[in-house]
């Protein structure tokens, strides 16, 4: 079904619930399809060729809207790459107006953004977090976090008492997992799409991904052949 998915993107349309995604209206670059039913993954080059397929995690909701961000669903629609974190700055970026955006409304947020190294930087707080308080890190990001903008999908740059008041970024996202045994292949996340270390580390080394790179999120029993 994935593949049916993938050439029906490639030759125009497909359905998605009752409206209709047109590819011409997706970057020119690469895109990328998620199936939540089959939690799988495609990423295409501009001319529908498939470059990567891989099996990943999503929410442990229930396969419908997401209404909250606290719902623990995974979002269907259309979305865009906003952000690129990771522990090498050199492999981080973001979105020229989220940043312009964001650091008009905060100082705090400006000195956060202003370089791949501070981008780095937000990265390594997140993976720092205890979010179980077990007294350790929970490395709940794995190798990687690849931001989605779109609705629904949060409030990006917040502080909170998690992490001593440093900022994280907070949003529906691809990223990577500490546990890819039970994470890969399950519905066991709060919302975001969980993917292996060794395919993310595919994915940003030969920049399959980048800001600005669209995201279609659906269920391949929505798609109208």
């Given amino acids: 079904m994935i593949k049916s998915v993938v050439a029906l993107l490639a030759c125009g349309f497909f359905t998605v619930g009752t409206a209709q995604v047109f590819a011409q209206n997706l970057s020119s670059g690469n895109s990328i399809i998620i199936d939540r039913k089959l939690k799988q993954l495609v990423i295409k080059d501009g001319d529908g060729r498939i470059l990567l397929?891989?099996?990943?995690?999503?929410?442990?909701?229930?396969?419908?809207?997401?209404?909250?961000?606290?719902?623990?669903?995974?979002?269907?629609?259309?979305f865009r790459v906003d952000v690129i974190l990771t522990d090498d700055p050199k492999l981080c970026a973001i979105d020229s107006s989220v940043k312009k955006t964001l650091s008009r409304n905060s100082l705090n947020a400006r000195a956060a953004l202003s370089s791949p190294d501070a981008l780095s930087t937000i990265f390594k707080t997140m993976n720092a977090v205890d979010f179980n308080r077990d007294g350790k890190s929970d490395y709940a990001y794995g190798y990687a976090f690849i931001g989605l903008d779109g609705d629904q999908t949060g409030p990006k740059l917040v502080s909170s008492g998690l992490n001593g008041g440093k900022v994280r970024w907070y949003s529906i996202a691809m990223h990577g997992s500490p546990n890819e045994?039970?994470?890969?292949?399950?519905?066991t996340s709060e919302g975001c799409i969980h993917i292996k270390k060794s395919v993310l580390k595919d994915i940003l080394a030969r920049h399959l991904v980048d800001v600005g790179t669209q995201v279609v999120i659906l269920d391949s029993s929505d798609v109208k052949l």
């Fill in 53 to 78: 397929t891989t099996t990943v995690g999503i929410g442990r909701g229930e396969l419908k809207k997401k209404t909250s961000m606290q719902d623990c669903i995974t979002p269907t629609g259309k």
């Fill in 181 to 187: 045994e039970k994470s890969i292949g399950h519905a």
